[in-house]
């Protein structure tokens, strides 16, 4: 009996020792987190930077029963002033990439705001798919459609 109770009081030490190791060795670093949260405290803190791609985008939809066109102004939103010069300098890739999206685009993929809010999610993706493969990174936080014109 004795013994029983001496084995288990063993397995508990020996399991609170086997979690404060684990947690000794897993916790993270504070300095790091510190620095982490600083830099997106420091972010979060800047003033947006918006840069409008001028002119609008106007391309025909692809719809067989009638010829169409929509207009689309683009306004790109970030907090970093070297993201809005290598906005700048890969303006036309920029335009080509989005003008090769929206040409895809037919009238049912643009009607109602769920549709709006993917092409926006899309058109991000492809401008920060730029900047990543000509600078190496992104840093567009935001894409807004200033006019969104369909006839």
């Keep these: ?63 067989s029963r009638s010829i169409r066109f929509v207009q689309i102004q683009v306004d790109l939103m970030t907090r970093d002033e070297e993201v809005a010069e290598l906005l700048e300098k890969y303006l036309p890739r920029i335009r080509n990439d989005l003008i090769m999206q929206f040409s895809k685009l037919n009238r049912e993929a643009i009607e109602g705001e769920a549709a709006r809010i993917k092409i926006q999610q899309e058109a991000l993706n492809t401008v920060n798919a730029v900047l990543k493969a000509e600078a190496g990174r992104g840093g567009v936080e935001a894409v807004y459609f200033s006019k969104f014109v369909m006839q």
């Design 1 to 63: 009996m004795k013994f029983k109770i001496i084995l288990i009081v063993a397995q508990i030490v020996l399991l609170a020792a086997v979690a404060g190791g684990v947690w000794w060795f897993t916790k993270p670093d504070p300095v790091l987190v510190e620095g982490e949260e600083a830099a997106a405290v420091e972010q979060a803190l800047k003033e947006p930077i918006y840069y409008s791609i001028d002119p609008s985008f106007v391309v025909n939809l692809m719809d």
